[in-house]
């Protein structure tokens, strides 16, 4: 039975999530997302290729940083990736937006060392009394096809799925559910007591700026987020070097098992879903969970040909904003910024986007409960 409300919630979800993957662009290339995991390993030959030495600036201010954040020296670097395949197992092309490599200087910085906790979000509301986006009951205005009793707060939860799925539709493992929000991340039989240092989720970006704003900080810019990730190393795959597993080790809350299915995720890094921030070592700068565990909003327009541009410039770009405008071709009715980092969900079967140099897009309106944020504040 197909009734109104099914497909109010199909047309939420639809317009709600728009989390990053593309994936309409691979939907006749099912049988290879069926490849194994050590296919998904498989990195070209020519992934440092065209890094050049990171070149930190040596300022380092005298004062302490502020609480909960680190000092990020900024300086110039090689940023974004030459691995085109390093989604959705060896399908080609996923991370073009992501290429080529093109050389960025960024002035000196604090960040915050964690993903920003539900404990530090409750201040943040109990302050100001701020209602996130997902709490806000859907206007006709957004939705005006929508009956009105379908009009429901509520924002996007994982769901597994019973059983193996074609990896093409994420519709299968994304519910809209009525009820969720930060405070509620699984939905309104959910809670977030005893949950204090997780990283809040169900925050879109204006929630993620609002917070910022208050905390007297702001959100990273892309070229920020990527020169903190990477630590003063160059051209690693990861924040931690280039071995997914250092010593048999995993590095960041993702996902290993069988994706998306029940029972699916074993957990073999330690968590099954979300994690609290601080499980694992934090990188050379000192950042938490800078890989995985939630997505991160940074503040640039998602454009997907963006790094291009700025390659094409031959120059070294200082202080990059972002492009003037958003532009994703695979998605054109939908607003989008960039998220940063990978989640939770993040597996060699399907999203590998822990990987430093690769990226992720939001629509602007749009939480679920992998995104998150973290913040920063200039000197
Ligand atoms: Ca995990
Ligand atoms: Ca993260």
Redesign the pocket.
């Known amino acids: 039975m197909k009734n109104k409300t099914f497909w109010i919630f199909a047309l939420l979800t639809l317009s709600i999530i728009s989390i990053a993957y593309s994936y309409t662009r691979f939907t006749n290339k099912e049988e290879k997302a069926e490849k194994t995991v050590a296919e998904c390993h498989e990195i070209p030959s020519n992934a440092e290729s065209e890094f050049k030495p990171t070149v930190e600036n040596k300022f380092k201010p005298a004062e302490k940083a502020p609480k909960g954040m680190v000092w990020i020296p900024g300086g110039e670097f090689s940023m974004g990736t030459n691995v085109e395949d390093e989604s959705l197992c060896s399908i080609k092309g996923v991370t073009k937006d992501a290429a080529p490599i093109h050389r960025v200087y960024v002035d000196g910085y604090y960040m915050d060392e964690t ?1 920003v906790t539900n404990e530090e979000f409750e201040k943040f509301v109990k302050a100001t009394g701020y209602v996130t986006v997902a709490e806000q009951k859907p206007t006709k205005e957004e939705f005006p096809t929508a009956n009105e009793e379908d009009l429901v707060t509520g924002s996007v939860v994982f769901t597994p799925t019973p059983s193996a799925v074609n990896l093409n539709n994420f519709l299968q493992w994304w519910r809209y559910e009525p009820g969720a929000d930060w405070r509620h991340p699984e939905g309104p039989q959910s809670t977030i007591i005893g949950k204090e240092k997780y ?1 809040v989720v169900h925050v879109v970006y204006e929630d993620a700026a609002a917070y910022a704003k208050w905390a007297g900080k702001r959100l990273p810019t892309e070229a920020e987020w990527e020169f903190a990730a990477r630590g003063g190393k160059t051209g690693n795959l990861y924040a931690w070097g280039n071995d997914l597993k250092p010593k048999g080790k995993f590095q ?1 809350n993702i996902y290993q098992g069988h994706f998306p299915i029940k029972d699916g995720d074993t957990g073999e890094d330690g968590f099954k879903g979300i994690a609290p921030t601080k499980q694992y070592a934090p990188n050379a700068y000192g950042l938490y ?8 909003w940074v503040n640039d327009w998602y454009s997907v040909d963006y790094y291009k541009s700025l390659a094409e410039s031959g120059k070294v770009t200082k202080n990059p904003q972002g492009p003037s405008a958003y532009y994703d071709p695979s998605d054109p009715s939908e607003i989008k910024r960039v998220h ?4 939770f969900l993040c597996t060699d079967q399907y999203c590998t986007r822990y990987m430093v140099g690769t990226r992720g897009k939001g629509e602007i309106r749009s939480a679920a409960n992998h995104v ?1 944020f ?1 913040c920063v504040k200039s000197k």
């Not at 969970?289 to 991160?296: K, L, Q, S, T, Y």
């Not at 940063?340 to 989640?343: D, K, L, N, V």
Request: charged share 30%; glycine share 24%; net charge negative.
């Open positions: 993903e990283p960041a969970d800078i890989a995985g565990n939630v997505w991160e940063r980092g990978g989640s998150g973290r």
